[in-house]
């Protein structure tokens, strides 16, 4: 079987092809259906909706308000942000934003608007939308940490809007232009309190309809200021069993997914009959303990018990080979990953560490989710490493909304999960570990750390930047404030009729340059 560093490099150079039929209606399987004539004029809908098959449930549709990766596949397609990541991740691209300046002292950034952006609803997009957006972000939204350095946002005209920061912020552009958590959106669909359920953008595609559990509409946006779209629409079904929406793919009920079951990927790739992609991706997964609860708030019952797990054997089971075991949380090849992993596997030594603690008959409840099948099988290879020392395992298998429920409230002994689409270091350690941290749900403090991610968060000298990073997360890993496992590849695939579709490592799925060729 390929390796799959070897699988990576053959994934990267694959690219796809398309399909058509008509917005609204159901996929046609037997090629009836002619779709749109005439391929190749830009910034119109050339024919054919694309049926994708994905994972989850949007929890809701209001971009400041989830944090749910269902949420953010559809919303992709329909907002925008000021700036966007480009090719590769790490470099910021225009959006709605066609250039900006940074002044001598780093203290002030103006951004120039595209002019003649309108909203879904036909109404002009202008600077006081994005004063409204980031005031709104900072005062309520989920992403408001990433504001903690801006501390004025001002229209200086109809298309000008300008940043005051209290210190320099070297990831800025990253910080507002990431993912759609920091989305542009109208003022008056969030006062008429649409926003969750009728979303209106500037992006590619527009909101049509939502049939909870079973499908989302969009439909192309003749007035996109982008390339594109170039089909009639995109109807997103919600296929939770990865062989359920390979089955459909296959099939031909749908044409893409990103719910490729990882024992699957290697035979989607030797496929003559799908195409598919892949790309190292910044995601990654880990376990974390709630510290409000003994024995789990001593540190050397964490580390105990990360003695005893195996990452390679979770990586394994998780992703048939397709991820790379890490006990940090950024990987490899990526210029700000530190090479720390003082975790070896001992269950002789995580046993006597809990004899030392104290700690005897332990039992752990460990939560994971339907939503991430991933999240099951490392907890399946978890329960048998903890067994190996003593203690017993009881696992959780949630749908995601109750498991998002039980994580938000404390509720939880352990839990797995992943973070996914990461881009700067503020991304994979900042919100989860300082103290403060907005998605610090598992209750992790450490004055030191919050002192080194703080300064981290201002230093403009990259390599005492990376310094910062590298001292904190070796606390981290430390103090197993998570026990990270690894980091997977990103692999999606479809029918043949797709083109010009791009598997993106921070995970994004857009489809506005996707056609159709049925």
């Not at 596997?345 to 991933?374: K, N, R, Y």
């Amino acid at each position: 079987m390929m390796s799959f560093r070897r699988l990576a490099a053959v994934l990267a150079a694959l690219l796809l092809l398309a399909g058509a039929c008509s917005p609204g209606e159901e996929v046609d399987v037997n090629g009836e259906d002619q779709g749109v004539e005439d391929p190749g004029i830009e910034g119109v809908a050339e024919g054919g909706t694309l049926i994708a098959a994905i994972s989850g449930e949007p929890d809701q549709l209001d971009p400041h308000m989830t944090s749910a990766y269902p949420s953010f596949q559809v919303l992709e397609n329909v907002y925008d942000t000021l700036v966007q990541p480009g090719d590769p991740p790490t470099e910021a691209e225009p959006a709605l934003a066609e250039d900006w300046e940074v002044s001598e002292d780093e203290l002030t950034w103006t951004f120039s608007l595209r002019e003649g952006v309108v909203w879904h609803d036909g109404e002009p997009f202008t600077a006081d939308d994005v004063v409204f957006s980031f005031e709104r972000i900072a005062d309520e939204g989920l992403n408001a940490a990433r504001f903690d350095t801006i501390e004025e946002v001002t229209a200086v005209d109809e298309h000008t809007v300008e940043l005051q920061l209290s210190q320099p912020t070297p990831n800025l552009l990253t910080q507002i232009g990431a993912f759609k958590g920091m989305a542009i959106v109208p003022e008056r669909i969030v006062e008429d309190g649409t926003i969750g359920q009728n979303p209106v953008g500037t992006g590619p595609f527009r909101f049509v309809s939502y049939d909870e559990g079973s499908r989302l509409v969009l439909e192309a946006n003749p007035d996109y200021w982008g390339e594109g779209p170039f089909v009639e629409g995109v109807e997103f079904r919600f296929v939770s069993e990865g062989t359920v929406a390979m089955t459909n793919l296959r099939g031909g009920q749908v044409d893409w997914t990103d719910n490729v079951p990882p024992q699957e990927a290697q035979t989607v790739l030797d496929s003559d009959e799908l195409e598919a992609g892949g790309e190292p991706s910044g995601d990654f997964w880990y376990f974390a303990f709630n510290h409000a609860r003994p024995p789990f708030d001593n540190p050397d019952v964490r580390r105990a018990l990360s003695f005893a797990v195996d990452r390679d054997a979770i990586a394994e089971a998780a992703h048939f080979g397709a991820a790379t075991p890490n006990q940090t949380a950024i990987p490899e090849g990526n210029p700000w990953h530190h090479d720390y992993a003082p975790f070896t596997v001992d269950p002789a030594q995580a046993e006597q560490m809990l004899a030392d603690a104290g700690v005897e008959d332990l039992s752990v409840e460990l939560m994971v989710t339907t939503e991430f099948e991933q999240t099951i099988a490392a907890a399946q290879v978890i329960e048998s490493d903890w067994a190996e020392i003593g203690v017993d395992v009881s696992i959780q298998v949630l749908d995601f909304t109750e498991w998002l429920a039980r994580q938000g409230e404390g509720e939880f002994d352990a839990f797995l999960l992943g973070w996914l689409g990461n881009i700067d270091p503020y991304d994979f350690y900042h919100l989860q570990h300082h103290s403060e941290g907005i998605f610090n749900f598992h209750g992790y403090a450490n004055e030191e750390v919050d002192r080194l991610l703080d300064e981290a968060l201002t230093e403009t000298d990259e390599a005492r930047r990376k310094e910062l990073y590298d001292e904190a997360v070796e606390m981290l890993v430390d103090e197993v404030s998570y026990g990270f496992l690894y980091n997977p590849f990103v692999v999606h695939a479809w029918q043949p009729v797709v083109q010009d579709y791009t598997v993106r490592p921070d995970a994004a799925i857009r489809f506005e340059r996707v056609r159709l060729d049925r």
